[in-house]
């Protein structure tokens, strides 16, 4: 339970908070202030999981996002289990509970190891599908085996007890990366007055400076940091946001933040508060301040745990008090990695020797190593490190690194930790998440951000620039130049005073030569979690793939969660050396968002569960619930479906209340129904040039149905519209196309014919809508209203108004079904008032309230359309039968009467509604199946049309359908056939779509 | 007036349920926190008129001030006098609100005063309803909601925009520095209502009588 590898003082950790955690069962102790890596490395755990294809143990590499192996399992719970967390980002809370995520059946004896080893140069890249390509059917069953042994973690099974949402922010000025230069720009951006978000991926801001050995105005850096998130704090227009990694950078300077709001106080938020958070944000200006990453170097077995980043080495030890190892051994490139040694003397450890690729280093940081007796090896390289869960040695020989050739033999050290350092690369992503491609700068061997379309600056390492002061200054200048160009005026600063350091150019070197070719040399890794090895990318190469992008996709480097943050332009250097090009010929593949990976809950929000889609309802809606209605999603609406009896199912409660209809009353909720209120001396015009009929000699007082069309003369919507006055019409729609009549009729007006004087406001949700219908509607209507309801004071297709159970109502004499019917419109504030009293008149009358399904039905019965379900946008009037509704001598060419005309509109067999009985009464024809004349014709049949609705009737007791049937109004009394998917065929008889009624008798009463 | 029908579509007295009765918010009154971040109150039962015309016609403008006192605000603008208000929707659309109950005189008012012109006035008083949210954290509140930038530089008190809110549009008013007023369709009102629980559930949500 010690923790072993924790030094006695230091680090930035809270020692009097000792945190309990546990990880693949077992329980560590870690402080407040670790990061989950930190506080396995001081436990001396060395191994975290398995690799990917390989499956050899794998440890802590880095102590940013950038980490590949140490990519875990959090949670205790299936609810609360989070796959590919990476240790390095995640907080230690009590408690933790964290697993590999491979390693099957467990990461110290992996039975994909054994293979791994044995069959590991038989692994080339592709391995997974040359080998297991053929037969292509048994992939699937490769497949299940070879993700669970190799695979990263895995998705939870049950519901995330966790809210997430999203934050729509807006800002002038958005920096990006909290450390140095952030930091300045920020402290420019916010003294100026501007509207700035910082941002900050890590759990405190502050970046390098917080393990920082130099020091600002003399004082340790961190005490600088402290000073400006104070004065930031203080600024109202300042937003901090602190373990929010901006993950993409989208057109229009829309960038997108993953802020993670609870992560660091448990597996689940604290009640009430939200865990994740996805910022939206639109920054006038964009500040990129995102530093740059620590290159490894590529060396035999740099995979073995033990092996490790330089500037991560500093960072535990500085950071968390915690020293990875006793023994060091650095390979570097640069000067600026042997701060690692000093730290680690600091610490009071042993350096076993500095390994510098360079022949003659002299700079500050290389002179203060060299005062303090480290044996320095110039011109020379770990080449290869030894170790099978632990490095033990590393071996050091001089190298020429531009011939890629070790030139003396290797000198094995003891030592237990391995730290490289090939260079840092800028942090490009963002600044190229919108297609500019980064530049390779060969003075600072680096690529840097390329040209920019967006209205971005960067700052800082990310833009090469490294020195500390350097860094300071140009943060500064990039928040002054990103207020002044939003508006803000230019503040003045003082930064504070960096120690100055000399430092000499690194030499370029990324896959350390070894004295066996890399095909034979042990291997050497580039992309730890992908498995990707430089001999990998030299067979790639080799086998044609030139291009990075192929090399990336054939060899998968680059893939994985950290999207090859570590190994990528290792890679594409060993690809260009292997080419004979130069890294700039090479390019670097596409970065896309997002940089880090981002939960699916910070990507749904609080669209989910009841929020997923809004639900609209109507003024009714609790009493259909009281009378337990099942209900029918219509668009967003919900609407009852039908209202089952206890015991009944959809078909009884259909047949009930469609014979309550045809012989009493039922009760219908219309209220869905899209209801335009048109007013204007052109209303009429306006109606005439929308509708396919005419409504010159509509009197005030009536009402009409119309139909809608396209441009191209197809059906589009359908309604009742009646005259309120000379200048004034109602209009209803279906409920489905509310909103794109409303828009239709808009455009028209406004673009078409604005010297057309009428106005359109919608009043769907204004009116609630009863319908009542049957041959004791008028009866029961009479009891609860003052209207004349007698055949002659109030006929059919005629509006009245009223009142109804006490509140005026206007009330439509239309119908639906074929019954007497009447359309109760009230406001809706007193629809359930109304609704209570219409019902409890209506008991002697049997009132049944009805659904969707019998409306249905019953409109079926008499061959009415519903648009959507009779047309397809591909459907005339004419098509429908229903030419009596075309006004064909209209005066102004109305909408659509061009389009019916044309030749294809008007040819014959087309597709023609018609009804359909089945020849045995009891089989139901499914909607939807397609009809053909022969069914003994070979398959594929020609098909002759498809069945567009289809019911069972309990008033005719047969059952029926509606149909679009080539030709089919001529085919009256023929045979169709509906060869159905399981084998069967249905026969039916072509009939009129008008199955009941057809005089209009029962309506017209 | 005969070219236009004119209906007073609201009973003297009957049973009334606005578009949020059934949250029962009578009932959750007082029984939030009282260090709540936001408190919801339903301004319900107001009588809603959807006005169209031409706002550069002085006779229309004229027209409309005379009978509400209040001048026809440009685009984005509400004006507030009272109970009543005012508030530009589209470049010849507006809504006024007035006391429950007025709606119908009031109307009936206008359509004296805009005799002869081209203008359209409707009731759409049951279709809607006011949610006024108040407290510290209503703009963050709004800010998960609402793609629009209420920031008070570039949404002052005074200032109406339609926009998304959720995966809904509505009507967003700000109408005191720490106060705003949502114009909720009945239908959406469930979802909306919904929407607002979840999203002020980390800063406290009070209910208002």
């Not at chain 1, 870690?30 to 755990?45: E, R, S």
């Not at chain 1, 047949?655 to 045809?662: H, N, Q, Y």
């Not at chain 1, 498809?946 to 149909?963: D, E, K, R």
Request: one cysteine or more.
């Amino acid at each position: 339970m010690s923790q072993i590898n924790r030094l006695s003082r230091g680090g930035r950790i809270d020692r009097s908070q000792p945190l309990s955690f546990s990880f693949n069962g077992q329980t560590y102790q870690g402080y407040a202030g670790d990061t989950l890596a930190a506080a396995l490395l001081a436990n001396g755990v060395d191994v975290v999981g398995r690799s990917f294809k390989y499956s050899r143990p794998r440890g802590i590499v880095a102590a940013g996002c950038e980490e590949p192996n140490a990519v875990l399992q959090i949670g205790s719970t299936e609810a609360a289990t989070i796959p590919n967390v990476r240790a390095t980002q995640q907080a230690l809370y009590a408690g933790l509970t964290a697993s590999s995520v491979n390693g099957w059946p467990s990461v110290n004896t992996d039975l994909m190891g054994i293979l791994g080893k044995v069959g590991g140069g038989m692994m080339p890249p592709g391995f997974y599908y040359k080998t297991f390509m053929y037969p292509q059917n048994l992939w699937l069953t490769y497949e299940k085996y070879i993700r669970k042994a190799a695979g990263l973690g895995r998705a939870p099974k049950e519901n995330d007890p966790d809210s997430y949402d999203y934050m729509n922010q807006h800002c002038d000025v958005l920096v990006v990366g909290g450390g140095a230069a952030g930091l300045a720009a920020a402290l420019a951006a916010g003294r100026s007055g501007a509207r700035v978000i910082l941002a900050d991926e890590q759990e405190e801001f502050g970046g390098h400076l917080l393990d920082s050995r130099e020091t600002l105005d003399g004082k340790p850096a961190s005490e600088w940091v402290a000073k400006v998130l104070a004065e930031l704090a203080g600024m109202a227009e300042v937003t901090l946001l602190p373990r929010a990694t901006v993950h993409g950078y989208h057109d229009h300077n829309f960038l997108t933040i993953h802020e993670r709001r609870t992560d660091h106080l448990g597996e689940t938020a604290p009640l009430g508060q939200v865990r994740q958070r996805l910022h939206r944000v639109r920054a006038t200006r964009v500040v990129l301040a995102t530093g740059a990453h620590e290159r490894p170097l590529v060396y035999s077995n740099n995979d073995v745990p033990g092996n490790m980043l330089a500037g991560a080495v500093s960072t535990y030890v500085r950071r968390y008090g915690v020293a990875p190892g006793k023994r060091l051994v650095l390979s570097t490139t640069n000067d600026y990695a042997y701060r690692v040694a000093l730290d680690w003397l600091e610490a009071g450890l042993q350096v076993v020797a500095i390994a510098d690729a360079r022949p003659n280093p002299k700079g500050a940081w290389v002179e203060e190593a060299r005062a303090k007796g480290v044996r320095i090896m110039t011109g020379s390289a770990v080449i290869e490190a030894r170790g099978s869960k632990r490095v033990s040695a590393a071996c050091v020989a001089r190298i020429d690194a531009k011939a890629h050739k070790v030139t003396s033999s290797g000198d094995w050290l003891d030592c237990d930790l391995v730290a490289s350092s090939g260079g840092y690369s800028p942090v490009v992503h963002l600044a190229s998440h919108l297609g500019g491609r980064p530049v390779w700068r060969e003075d600072i061997l680096a690529f840097v951000p390329g040209e920019g379309f967006q209205q971005r600056v960067c700052a800082g390492a990310v833009n090469g620039v490294f020195a500390l002061g350097d860094v300071l200054t140009d943060g500064f200048e990039a928040g002054v130049k990103a207020a002044t160009e939003t508006g803000f005026k230019p503040v003045s600063g003082e930064l504070p005073k960096v120690f100055g350091r000399h430092e000499e150019p690194s030499i370029a070197l990324f896959q350390v030569p070894h004295d066996k070719s890399t095909a034979r040399a042990p291997k050497q890794f580039v992309d730890q979690q992908n498995d990707v090895t430089a001999a990998g990318i030299e067979l790639a190469t080799r086998e044609g793939f030139e291009s990075v992008e192929h090399v990336k996709r054939y060899t998968a480097l680059g893939f994985g969660t950290d999207q090859g943050k570590l190994g990528n332009i290792n890679g594409l250097a060993i690809a260009a050396r292997s080419m004979g090009i130069s890294i700039t010929q090479m390019g670097t593949t596409m970065f896309r968002p997002n940089y880090t990976p981002v939960s699916f809950g910070a990507v749904a929000g609080r669209n989910c569960g009841a929020l997923f889609d809004p639900v609209r309802y109507t003024a009714l809606h609790s009493w259909h619930l009281k009378n337990g209605a099942e209900f029918e999603d219509v668009g967003q609406w919900k609407r009852p479906w039908y209202f089952p009896k206890r015991g009944e199912d959809m078909h009884a409660a259909v047949g009930r209340e469609c014979k309550a209809v045809r012989d009493s009353v039922g009760i219908l909720d219309a209220s869905t129904l899209g209801k335009i209120d048109i007013q204007g001396p052109d209303a009429r015009e306006f109606l005439n040039r929308v509708y396919t009929n005419a409504w010159t000699k509509l009197d005030v007082g009536k009402a009409r149905y119309g139909l809608m069309c396209k441009e191209d003369g197809m059906v589009f919507d359908d309604g009742v519209t009646a005259c309120l006055a000379d200048n004034h019409f109602v209009m209803t729609t279906t409920t489905g196309g509310a909103a794109r009549v409303m828009q239709w009729l808009e455009i028209y007006q406004q673009t078409e014919w604005p010297e057309l004087k009428v106005y359109f406001t919608s009043v769907t949700d204004h009116w609630a809508t009863m319908t009542l219908s049957g041959p004791n509607s008028r009866k029961l209507l009479a009891e609860v209203t003052d209207i004349d309801l007698g055949k002659d004071a109030f006929p059919f297709m005629t509006w009245k108004e009223g009142l109804v159970g006490g509140v005026p109502a206007r009330v439509f004499r239309i119908s639906f079904t074929g019954e007497l019917s009447y359309e109760v419109n009230v406001q809706a504030d007193y629809a359930m008032g109304v609704l209570e009293k219409i019902v409890a008149a209506g008991k002697k009358y049997n009132l049944t309230p009805y659904g969707t399904e019998t409306m249905h039905v019953l409109r079926a019965e008499k061959g009415f359309i519903i648009v959507g379900q009779e047309t397809d946008g591909s459907v005339t009037p004419d098509d429908l039968n229903m030419g009596w509704c075309v006004g064909r001598t209209k005066p102004f060419s109305w909408i659509g009467w061009r389009g019916m005309n044309r030749q294809d509109c008007m040819r014959e067999n087309r597709k023609q509604l018609v009804g359909l009985k089945p020849v045995n009464p009891d089989k139901v024809l499914p909607e939807g199946a397609q009809l053909v004349f022969d069914p003994k014709q070979p398959v594929p049949m020609s098909m002759v049309g498809h069945v567009t609705s289809s019911y069972f009737s309990t008033s005719m007791g047969y059952s029926f359908a509606l149909a679009l049937v080539k030709g089919g109004l001529k085919r009256m009394g023929e045979r169709v056939f509906a060869p159905l998917a399981d084998g069967t065929l249905i026969e039916a008889e072509i009939v009129s779509s008008v199955f009941l009624d057809p005089k209009g008798d029962r309506q017209n009463i | 007036m005969s070219t236009v029908n004119v209906y007073k579509q609201r009973p003297d007295a009957a049973h009334a349920e606005s578009p949020l009765f059934h949250a029962g918010l009578h009932e959750l009154a007082g029984k939030g926190k009282s260090t709540a971040g936001v408190v919801l109150r339903e301004k319900k039962l107001l009588g809603h008129l959807t006005l169209r015309g031409d706002g550069h016609d002085a006779a229309f403008a004229g027209a409309v001030h005379k009978i509400t006192g209040l001048e026809l605000p440009g685009a984005l603008g509400l004006v507030v006098k009272g109970e009543t208000s005012l508030q530009w929707l589209g470049p010849d659309e507006w809504l006024l609100i007035v006391p429950g109950g007025t709606e119908f005189a009031i109307e009936q008012k206008l359509r004296e005063a805009l005799v002869g012109q081209h203008y359209q006035a409707v009731n759409v008083s049951g279709g809607q309803t006011i949610v006024e949210l108040s407290g510290p954290k209503v703009r963050e509140l709004l800010m998960k909601s609402t793609s629009y930038d209420v920031h008070p530089r570039n949404f002052p008190v005074g200032k109406a925009v339609g926009t998304v809110f959720a995966k809904s549009q509505l009507v967003i008013r700000h109408t005191g520095e720490d106060t705003w007023e949502l114009v909720v369709r009945r239908s959406f009102a469930d979802y909306i209502w919904l929407w607002l629980q979840d999203a002020s559930a980390e800063y406290g949500l009070a209910i208002e009588a």
